[in-house]
């Protein structure tokens, strides 16, 4: 059974930075796509940024693509969201997801996505 576990929210001031990390177990292979998510109250969930582990491509929503880096680290079967010049505007519950095969079909929709992390608060304050 795929699990992922999230840590690294919180709060800071805008400019800021802060990391989130998705780690992943039960897979076998690194034929699945890793996606983060984020929604704020009364908005629909978002999809912000993908990554395919088994290549490493990776797929950014524009607004966080020059801001903001997906990356990963095989050994540890680890996903990481940098988020840098981090605004008001991103505060949210962020989310990670996974679905075994590529991204390409599948990001940025909530529903292509089987299993979720718990979520993780980042607040970020003018």
């Known amino acids: 059974q795929v699990q992922l576990v999230e840590s690294g929210g919180g709060s800071v001031q805008a400019g800021g930075s802060l990391r989130l990390s998705c780690a992943a177990s039960g897979y076998t292979t690194r034929n699945y796509c890793v996606a983060w998510f984020r929604q704020s109250p009364g908005k629909e969930r978002e999809g912000i940024a993908a990554l395919y582990a088994g290549i490493g491509n990776t797929f950014y929503d524009s607004s966080v693509k020059d801001r903001f880096t997906i990356s990963q680290d095989n050994a540890k079967n680890t996903r990481f969201l940098q988020m840098n010049d981090l605004k008001p505007e991103d505060t949210a519950m962020y989310y990670c997801?996974?679905?075994?095969?590529?991204?390409?079909?599948?990001?940025?929709?909530?529903?292509?996505?089987?299993?979720w992390g718990q979520g993780t608060q980042v607040t970020v304050s003018s």
């Open positions: 997801a996974t679905n075994v095969g590529g991204c390409a079909l599948r990001w940025p929709r909530p529903s292509a996505f089987a299993t």
